[in-house]
């Protein structure tokens, strides 16, 4: 494992950091040793911003036509990286932009008991009619109505956060029901109703914000395609277990997607939506989320609308090999 060659390009990538080379170094025996021919790699060094690399490994063979030592080829992703993150942001905030005539409507309604609460204290006090158990009812509903804002300002914070790179294993149901808590109300308002159906509590790999972001993505433009030919229709998101999988499916009754649409709907840029509706981003940023994660997403029409899916291997238990864990 000793490094016999190193073009100027590496060089400009690990600079005359020791810390850098070994670590890299370092990486590609693991890799080496694993068989693993392809991997993403961060190199961190001190005093330096991450570097985020390609790394793929191929056999070197000397004059001989015997191997002898490998290839690393490292491509730096670092500025492709960046570029993408800035790209979720922007159609997470895009997304929250749409959501919050709907979000301001839904405050107004623990706002409205709070403020109720309050002028019906304010009478019963200075009526003379103010008793114990009226006064605790109606601060048990000031505190319900408090609880009621603070979780949905609570969702619409976290969605709105920037998304670290990092994996981490999460709960499927819980991530459905927070993306579903963001869009339920407003969505009612609009006579679109959505139902959750989930079975168990699965667990993934991925990030929860990102996760969370390709559900409404997908919900939205499920609302769009039933308010674009009717005043009202369903939505319905299920989470099933499929082997070592868990599929998360969110089918509508908006009429279906027109035969020359469907194949390209998770294509960058494509859009159906009228000029100023839609960036058309929205299907290729969930393909790529989903991609990251390991997993799947495809499209199909259903009688009455359309269905997408969504595949995501589930995490094994460590302590049982080949057993999905399930919490």
């Known amino acids: 494992y000793r490094l016999r060659f190193c073009n100027d390009a590496m060089l400009q990538i690990i600079g005359d950091s020791a810390e850098a080379s070994f ?6 025996e693991q890799l080496f040793e694993q068989g693993v021919l392809v991997d993403e790699h961060t190199i961190n060094v001190e005093g330096s911003s991450p570097v985020s690399l390609l790394l793929a490994m191929s056999p070197r063979k000397n004059d001989s036509g015997d191997e002898s030592g490998f290839w690393l080829l490292a491509t730096d992703l670092t500025k492709q990286k960046e570029t993408d993150s800035q790209l979720l942001q922007t159609a997470k905030l895009a997304t929250l932009g749409e959501m919050s005539t709907g979000m301001a409507h839904e405050l107004n309604q623990p706002l409205n008991i709070i403020k109720l609460a309050v002028n019906n204290m304010t009478n019963s006090i200075s009526k003379g009619r103010a008793t114990n158990e009226s006064m605790m009812n109606r601060i048990h509903r000031i505190d319900s109505a408090v609880d009621r804002a603070a979780s949905i300002i609570d969702h619409m914070r976290a969605f709105g956060r920037v998304a670290g790179e990092d994996f981490e294993p999460f709960v499927v149901s819980s991530s459905i029901e927070a993306a579903a808590d963001l869009v339920r109300e407003p969505m009612a308002a609009k006579g679109v109703d959505l139902s959750v159906e989930t079975e ?3 667990r993934v790999l991925g990030n929860t914000i990102q996760f969370e972001q390709v559900l409404i993505n997908m ?3 499920a609302r769009d395609a039933i308010l674009s030919h009717s005043t009202s229709g369903d939505i319905a998101v299920t989470q099933t277990l499929e082997n070592e999988h868990v599929i998360v499916s969110i089918q509508d009754t908006g009429g279906g997607i ?8 998770f294509e960058p840029f494509y859009t159906t939506k009228p000029v100023g509706k839609g960036t058309g981003l929205g299907g290729s940023i969930s393909y790529g989320i989903i991609q990251d994660m390991q997993g799947n997403i495809w499209a199909e029409n259903v009688p009455g ?7 995501l291997p589930l995490i094994l238990d460590d302590s049982e090999s080949g057993v999905a864990s399930k919490v």
Do not use: E, F, T, Y
């Open 219 to 221: 919900i939205n433009n």
């Open 258 to 265: 027109p035969a020359d649409v469907l194949p390209h709907i």
């Open 23 to 28: 670590q890299l170094r370092k990486r590609a």
């Open 200 to 202: 168990v509590r699965a």
């Open 305 to 311: 609308g359309a269905k997408i899916s969504i595949r």
